[in-house]
């Protein structure tokens, strides 16, 4: 398994330098898609059920960690191309440390990559990564209230993704509500409530991630 | 409801800042108690129930976070002393924001204030608030393998509170396997796994609690 250990890109252009490697990417074919969420709410796990499910397309993983090797170990056991980031106690990913670790994955023929970013609802939206389209997750027992109190994530993503919603019926989460408080912020979001425990929900949005990727 | 913007202190010296807050809250007879977590993990929902069952200990609760007031009402609803906190985006609270808070709450009877930090597992653990004790809780959906990705917090904490064991069995979590990771960064940290909505296990964690006042 790959490591690599980043430290910030020392930079005031990053919005610069994600417009950089965004276009980068495009000329290499290969859609970038930074996945960010709490501590928790299983990135991990939705990311293995995309990549067993989408086996027609070329999918790799960028595991982004202050410490441990644990999420990258759980992907590459499912033989999809994997790097493990550690960012030297950072809270985020920026468009430099993204371009490098991309480059120390030397896989160009990839059709799509997901950047796992830190877990944390806060910093990773203040950070254009370089990638072509920014997805978030919030899990079921986080509860209905977040898009109050961390606005700007849901601001920043092209697509919410509800995960954990086999745990709907143990867990004081109004869908509807949520639904309406996120629109509220972003109405051109889209949602997708989804179990990667059981399956329901991922076709709509593995449907739409195939389009993201035939669109790029 | 009391409500106060507050913007990072412009110092370099917040560790300094911390020990004159620590003593001057020592002296003014008022524990304060840093509460961290991710997202979503439990923290209103303890404080409410720990203010419900320590009825002999005049509390009050500072609510930090970046937007939204949900908190600070729900913790007023029980007649307890509040302050909502708005952190101007900041990911963390440091401890000339968390004085501004105390000076605003214009309470000094209160013998236990809860700091109930911005929702993020990393960067409040940077930065000492001048509490006397660190908390931190950790929610069963998030998973057992959270002390090896974000070890700082489990390193600076007093005591850990694993909240929502009433989910236990719809999650894959495994206690021991968790206590045995946050000892081995941690020996001395103390562990309370809790239910705040069943009351499982809260008498030995506000036994420490009302333990920690008397001995300030």
Redesign the interface.
């Known amino acids: 398994m790959k490591l690599i250990q980043l430290n910030e890109t020392v930079t005031a252009s990053n919005d610069r330098d994600a417009e950089a490697l965004r276009l980068r990417m495009r000329e290499a074919g290969t859609l970038l898609v930074n996945v960010m969420s709490?501590?928790?709410?299983g990135k991990t796990t939705l990311l293995s059920r995309i990549i067993r499910d989408l086996k027609q397309l070329k999918i790799g993983v960028m595991e982004a960690?202050?410490?441990?090797d644990?999420d990258a170990r759980r992907i590459e056991a499912l033989g999809a191309a994997s790097i493990q980031v550690h960012t030297s106690?950072m809270?985020h990913m920026d468009a430099g440390m993204t371009a490098s670790a991309w480059e120390a994955m030397e896989a160009e023929d990839l059709e799509l990559i997901f950047l796992e970013n830190?877990?944390?609802?806060?910093?990773p939206a203040?950070y254009d990564t370089g990638a072509a389209k920014n997805l978030m997750l919030l899990?079921v027992?986080?509860?209905d209230?977040?898009p109050?109190?961390?606005?700007?994530m849901f601001q920043k993503s092209d697509a919410l993704i509800i995960t954990?919603t086999d745990?709907l019926p143990?867990?004081d989460f109004d869908l509807e509500k949520c639904r309406e408080r996120v629109l509220k912020l972003n109405p051109g979001i889209r949602i997708f409530p989804v179990s990667a425990k059981t399956g329901e929900g991922m076709e709509p949005l593995e449907q739409w991630l195939l389009a993201q990727v035939q669109a790029l």
């Not at 709490?38 to 709410?41: I, K, L, R, V």
């Not at 960690?65 to 441990?68: G, L, N």
């Open positions: 709490s501590p928790g709410s960690d202050i410490e441990s644990v106690g809270c830190v877990g944390n609802l806060i910093c203040e899990s027992p986080e509860g209230d977040k109050l109190k961390y606005p700007l954990k745990a143990y867990f």
